[in-house]
């Protein structure tokens, strides 16, 4: 054989080798992936053993590295642990310790019970949170606001929100960062049940703020509507308490105002003196300007400096929905007794008339009119709910779906403007609140929104008396808009709010296919509507 041939028939020989060593090699990668598999080990409960380990550890004081103090109690804890379960916690451990033998760092807590931080530490080791009635729950609210454990906080919000009554409901009005629909919520809560939120006491537990104003200066003799008297004097305490807010010192006095000429408010301080006025007058007017006189020779406050301990927070700048009426009602005497937010913190305020022997110019209408007398009243619904979905259909208004005191309603009913009535209707199949209503042609479609448990993708359609189930919508959620396209038969599910997120998802809905479609998204996520309108050539159509 000659060289040539033999290089040719080892060239081809290690051709035909080397497919015989590459299936060799794909066997051998083969056996060696099966063989992984078979030898390597991959335990699911692994991470939860390790993490209960640790909590048994730190409860037996072993090996733990970090001592957080409440209320004078020690609680026991791995630094890394509490570093993964907050954000906060995670940059308030990142000082450096010095090297060496040492003993646990001990960090003391701010403005938390002592038992709500037991329960918080060990949801971090166990992603459970024990609570056994609404008090500790609240306090438990207060403490992950404060340590920022935010999926602690948002549950018991969403929670404590579902249930109020007329004994907690201030309770939890007053909590700390809420969100905006669930203080629209609760506002509608107490509104509706006023009367028995103030038989049983529950104003006297909040800062009072005592008004008078001079009957003189009223256009309607001291007969103004109670919303539009605690409405004007939120504006007053608004505006004169915008640069320095003091909740205490605004209640450590009465405030004796005035109506001027345009309806507006002012502190009867600035009044001139006039002759026959009462002395209680003139002596108000007194301390009123040694007041400003003592403020203005006051030295400016220093900047206090942030605590270096935990949970050390303020509530968030208050929105301007939570600086309002919430309710009014007129008591003994035409005297206003109202509820009040003012940056986010609630107050009582008790606004009556009083005379001011003459010399008072008369001023203008008090931003409202008398309350509606019998006859000219709408009829009441007869369900009392809030969080409900309303819609316009066959010349009625319908109302669904909403909260009670105490549950998620499938109640609906029709308001006849006609005869001033309310009608019931056939239940929806599904309890909901926090959703939208639109309409299309003859058919009312309740869209979405909670069922007190979770968040909801089902649609309910009335049409003719009867409810029926139509195609679920692609993502669930809460308080989305909703808008019906008359002339391509098409409706919109728009925006909404889920996973603590406002959607930017907008979904189309065709009512001849009973089929769902994804439509072009928002710019920016968006929830919690008000109105949305489909702007055609011809000019606006609304849902």
């Known amino acids: 054989m000659k060289p040539q041939d033999d290089y040719r028939n080892g060239d081809g020989g290690g051709a035909g080798g080397g497919r015989a060593a590459s299936a060799s090699s794909d066997d051998s990668e083969g056996s ?33 590295d970090a001592v957080l103090v409440a209320d004078g109690a020690e609680v026991a804890a791995h630094r890394a642990v509490l570093a993964a379960a907050s954000p906060y916690l995670l940059e308030a451990l990142q000082a450096p310790q010095p090297a060496g033998p040492q003993s646990p760092v ?12 037991r329960t918080l530490v060990e949801y971090a ?28 906080r948002a549950h018991l919000a969403e929670r404590l929100a579902k249930r109020p009554s007329p004994t907690d409901v201030l309770e939890i009005r007053s909590l700390p960062d809420l969100e905006p629909h669930i203080l629209r919520d609760l506002d509608a809560y107490i509104a509706q049940n006023f009367d028995e939120i103030c038989t049983m006491g529950a104003l006297a537990t909040l800062p009072k703020i005592n008004i008078e104003m001079l009957r003189e200066s009223s256009a309607e003799d001291g007969s103004e509507a109670p919303v539009a008297v605690a409405t004007a004097a939120l504006a007053w305490l608004r505006e004169r308490q915008a640069a320095d807010f003091d909740l205490e010192e605004l209640c450590s006095r009465t405030h004796l105002l005035f109506v001027d000429a345009r309806g507006s408010l002012r502190d009867c301080g600035e009044l001139p003196a006039t002759r026959g006025e009462a ?53 003994g005497g035409g005297c206003t007794r109202a509820l009040v937010a003012l940056r986010g913190r609630l107050a009582a305020a008790r606004i009556s008339w009083r005379a001011a022997g003459g010399g008072i110019t008369r001023g203008g209408v008090l931003g409202g009119v008398r309350e509606p007398e019998g006859g000219d009243r709408l009829a009441a619904l007869a ?25 998620v309603l499938r109640a609906a009913e029709a308001y006849d403007p006609a005869t001033n009535t309310w009608e019931a209707l056939p239940d929806m199949r599904t309890a909901r609140a926090r959703f939208p209503v639109a ?6 479609y309740a ?18 008396g009867t409810w029926s189930a139509r195609a679920r919508m692609p993502h ?42 994804e439509a072009p998204p928002l710019i920016t996520g968006k929830s919690h509507f008000v109105r949305i309108f489909i702007m055609k050539s011809a000019g606006p159509s609304t849902c």
């Open 32 to 64: 060696e992936a099966g063989g992984e598999d078979e030898l390597s080990l991959a335990d699911p409960l692994a991470p939860a053993r390790a993490l209960n380990a640790l909590n048994a550890l730190r409860k037996s004081r072993q090996h733990f």
């Open 106 to 117: 001990a960090l003391r807590v701010e403005g938390i019970d002592a038992e709500a931080l």
């Open 125 to 152: 080791y166990t992603g459970r949170a024990k609570v056994r009635e609404a008090a500790a729950a609240r306090r438990l609210y207060r403490a992950a606001w404060r340590l920022r454990v935010e999926p602690v």
């Open 279 to 331: 002395a209680a007058l003139g002596e108000y007017r007194r301390e009123a300007a040694e007041r400003a006189r003592s403020t203005n020779n006051k030295e400016p406050k220093t900047p206090v400096t942030p605590s270096s301990a935990l949970g050390a927070r303020q509530p968030r700048a208050a929105v301007a929905a939570d600086c309002c009426v919430i309710a009014a009602r007129t008591g």
């Open 383 to 407: 369900v009392p709910r809030c969080a409900h979905g309303t819609a316009a259909l066959g010349g009625r208004l319908v109302v669904c779906g909403g909260y009670d005191r105490a549950r």
């Open 439 to 444: 309409r299309i042609g003859s058919t009312l």
């Open 447 to 464: 869209l979405g929104g909670s069922d007190g448990h979770a968040d909801l993708d089902s649609v309910d359609a009335l049409t003719d």
């Open 476 to 517: 669930a959620r809460t308080h989305a808009a909703a808008a019906a396209d008359e002339d391509n038969e098409e409706l919109y599910v728009i925006g909404g709010w889920a996973g603590g997120l406002s959607l930017k998802r907008v979904d189309r809905y065709s009512p001849a296919k009973d089929a769902w479609s």
